[in-house]
C-alpha cells in the first residue's frame, strides 16, 4: 500500500461510504491511482459528517468536600464526580484515616485535605472547598449541614434530608442565615429517564394521568445495618426507598398531597425489624383526583417500578431508580414503545446541576424546602399506618 494511502484513512475512507476494503482495492486499483481515488473518498466522507460539537476546554470547577466514606461515596459518587465538568473532588472527611488516604491518592486529593469528625468545623478555613457533599447515616444529616453553612460552604445532603421535619427546618434556616444553598441529593431528579416520565405526564401527551403506581423493594440482609437502627435512619424502608416511591407520586402528578393512608407490617421475630418497618403500603389522593399507590419493602426481591397511567394510555419505568440500566415503555393506545434516552450518570447530573447553581447563583431544583415536604408526609404516612385513620394535609 503507498504511504499516502495510511490504514487510518482508509479505515475511515471505508467507514464513511461503508464498502468492503475488497471492494474498495477492486474499484479503484492500486499505487497512485488508489491514492487519488482515496483522497476524493476522503473528502466525501468528511463533507458527510454532522457538525459535531466539540467539548469546551476545563474550566474552573466547584472543589467538593465529600463527607462519610461509605458504600455509596466509595462505589458511586467519588467515581461519577471524576466525569464531571464543573465539579471536582478536593476535600474527604472520614473516621478512618487509612480509606480516606487511600482514596485520596485515587483521586488525586491533597493530604492537607483530609479532615475527621473533630477537626471537620476547620474546613472554614479551605477556600479550595466550595461544597459539602455530606453522605452520612440519617441521623447525622442536620448536624453535619449545619456545621458545614457555619463554616460558610453550600451543602448537598444525601436523601432523606433529616429524621425529623424540625431537623430539615432547622437546616434551612442555617442555610439562610449563611447566605449559601442547601440541596437535597434527589439523584432521579437529574436524569433523563425520569426527566422524560416528568415531560410526559406536565404535557399531557397521553392525555392528563390519573393513577400512579411507584414500588421499590429489595431484600435487606445484614441486621446489623445502621439502616436498620431507628436512632441512625428514622425509620425502616418507607425512609430509605420509600421516599423515592413519594418522590416520584409528587413529581408525576406535579401537585402535593391532600390525604394519605398507609399500613405496615414486619415480621414477628425478624431480627432485622425489631425497631423499624419492613414493608409499608400508602396511598395519597391529590387535589386533581391524581390517586397514588406506592409501597416499599425490606424482604422482597428487587423491584424500582414507577407507571403512570393517563386517559389515552401509560407511561413506565422499570427498573425506574437502579443507577445503571432504566428502562421506559410508553403504551399509546395498542402501541408500545421504548424511546431510545441517552443515559447520564445520576451522581455526576446531580452534582453538576448544584455546581451550576454556586457559579451563577441559582436556586437549585431540589431545596431544603423540597426535603422538608417529604418528611412531613412521610411523618403523615407513619400517623396513618400507626392509627389506621386518613390523615389530612
Not at 282 to 294: D, E, H, I, M, T
Not at 328 to 355: L, Y
Request: glycine fraction near 8%; include cysteine.
Amino acid at each position: 500500500m503507498p504511504d499516502s494511502l495510511k490504514p487510518e484513512a482508509l479505515a475511515l475512507v471505508l467507514s464513511g461510504r461503508q464498502i468492503t476494503r475488497r471492494g474498495f482495492l477492486a474499484k479503484v486499483g492500486q499505487g497512485l491511482a488508489a491514492a487519488n481515488v482515496a483522497a476524493g473518498l476522503l473528502k466525501d466522507a468528511v463533507a458527510q459528517q454532522p457538525h459535531l460539537v466539540v467539548p469546551d476546554p476545563p474550566g474552573k470547577k466547584v472543589g467538593y468536600a465529600v463527607v462519610g466514606l461509605g458504600q455509596l461515596a466509595i462505589y458511586q459518587i467519588l467515581p461519577a464526580i471524576a466525569q464531571c465538568e464543573k465539579s471536582k473532588v478536593v476535600a474527604l472527611v472520614s473516621g478512618h484515616p487509612d480509606k480516606a488516604n487511600k482514596l485520596a491518592l485515587r483521586y488525586g486529593v491533597d493530604p492537607n485535605n483530609l479532615y475527621n469528625y473533630q477537626n471537620y468545623d476547620s474546613i472554614k478555613d479551605n477556600p479550595e472547598v466550595n461544597v459539602i457533599y455530606i453522605v452520612l447515616p440519617n441521623s447525622m444529616h442536620a448536624e453535619y449541614t449545619i456545621r458545614g453553612l457555619r463554616a460558610g460552604k453550600h451543602v448537598l445532603c444525601e436523601k432523606p434530608m433529616a429524621t425529623t421535619p424540625a431537623e430539615c427546618q432547622t437546616m434551612i434556616d442555617a442555610a439562610r442565615q449563611a447566605n449559601r444553598k442547601l440541596m437535597v441529593a434527589y439523584r432521579c431528579r437529574y436524569e433523563p429517564f425520569n426527566q422524560e416520565m416528568i415531560r410526559l405526564a406536565r404535557e399531557q401527551e397521553l392525555g392528563p394521568v390519573r393513577i400512579i403506581h411507584a414500588d421499590a423493594g429489595f431484600n435487606i440482609v445484614d441486621p446489623t445495618q445502621w439502616r436498620l437502627r431507628k436512632s441512625m435512619s428514622g425509620g425502616g424502608s418507607l425512609m430509605d426507598i420509600g421516599i423515592y416511591s413519594l418522590q416520584a407520586a409528587r413529581y408525576l402528578s406535579g401537585e402535593e398531597p391532600t390525604e394519605v393512608n398507609a399500613m405496615s407490617y414486619s415480621t414477628p421475630g425478624d431480627p432485622r425489624f425489631q425497631e423499624v418497618e419492613e414493608t409499608i403500603n400508602f396511598q395519597l389522593r391529590f387535589p386533581s383526583g391524581v390517586l397514588a399507590n406506592c409501597t416499599a419493602d425490606y424482604s422482597s426481591a428487587y423491584r424500582s417500578h414507577f407507571r403512570a397511567i393517563a386517559t389515552k394510555g401509560y407511561f413506565e419505568l422499570d427498573p425506574a431508580m437502579s443507577y445503571t440500566g432504566l428502562l421506559m415503555r410508553v403504551n399509546r393506545g395498542n402501541e408500545v414503545e421504548e424511546p431510545a434516552i441517552q443515559p447520564r450518570d445520576h451522581f455526576a447530573s446531580e452534582m453538576e446541576h448544584m455546581s451550576q447553581c454556586v457559579m451563577e447563583d441559582k436556586t437549585p431544583l431540589t431545596p431544603g424546602e423540597e426535603g422538608l415536604r417529604d418528611l412531613k408526609i412521610m411523618m403523615a404516612i407513619y400517623e396513618a399506618a400507626r392509627t389506621g385513620n386518613t390523615v389530612r394535609l
